[in-house]
């Protein structure tokens, strides 16, 4: 998993199956100047502080089981940080 | 995933058998977590009716490769959504960010 932080949304009416209704978020990446696109379920607001799980595992947040492979996903939030120690 | 502009199409007549009937279109990326190369221009098979101009987000590897049906076609990524706005927050803090293409998105700040 990759740690960053909500920093915008994506609108996007025109998605592929699977992914309708799902919100897209702009995550910066911790520790990069980078950014990534990610699917998210949990209700993470922007400059909210959260784990995405990515590669092929990240469908799985979306739906559990092995008949999930026409996810087209390959990054969704799995969790929203509330503190470390 | 990864933020990204159609900049145009690949037509092929000889091409891998699992590639025949797909749309194949060029994206300029511009907001891409670690490339695994450091390219321009990337070709992206269309599973949403993309066309030229419009910003889409592109998925990448294992899940674009299955995404189609098979897990033999030989392509790594995937448009899977067509942009309609971006907001970006104004106050990004410590977290500038780099976008890659030559062609910045049109976003809004909130």
């Not at chain 1, 590669?55 to 026409?70: E, K, Q, W």
């Not at chain 2, 899977?80 to 927050?89: F, P, S, T, Y």
Request: hydrophobic share 50%; net charge negative.
């Amino acid at each position: 998993m990759i740690r960053g932080r909500v920093i915008g949304e994506v609108w996007a009416t025109r998605k592929a199956p699977g992914l309708t209704g799902r919100r897209l978020l702009v995550i910066a990446v911790d520790g990069a100047d980078r950014a990534m696109v990610a699917i998210d379920t949990l209700d993470a607001r922007e400059g909210e502080d959260v784990m995405v799980s990515v590669g092929s595992g990240a469908r799985n947040v979306l739906s559990p089981g092995p008949d999930n492979r026409a996810l087209l996903c390959d990054a969704a939030i799995s969790m929203i940080i509330d503190g470390e120690s | 995933m990864i933020l990204g502009r159609v900049v145009g199409e690949v037509w092929a007549t000889k091409k891998h058998a699992a590639l025949d009937g797909r749309k194949l279109l060029v994206i300029e990326p511009y907001l891409w977590y670690a490339p695994s190369h450091e390219v321009a221009h990337l070709v992206a098979v269309d599973a949403v009716g993309a066309g030229v101009g419009e910003d889409v987000v592109v998925c990448m590897g294992d899940p674009a490769r299955r995404s189609l049906g098979t897990t033999s076609m030989p392509i790594e990524a995937a448009v899977c959504a067509i942009v309609d706005k971006i907001e970006l927050a104004a106050d990004r803090g410590a977290r500038p960010l780099t976008f890659v293409g030559g062609t910045a998105p049109a976003h809004e700040a909130v």
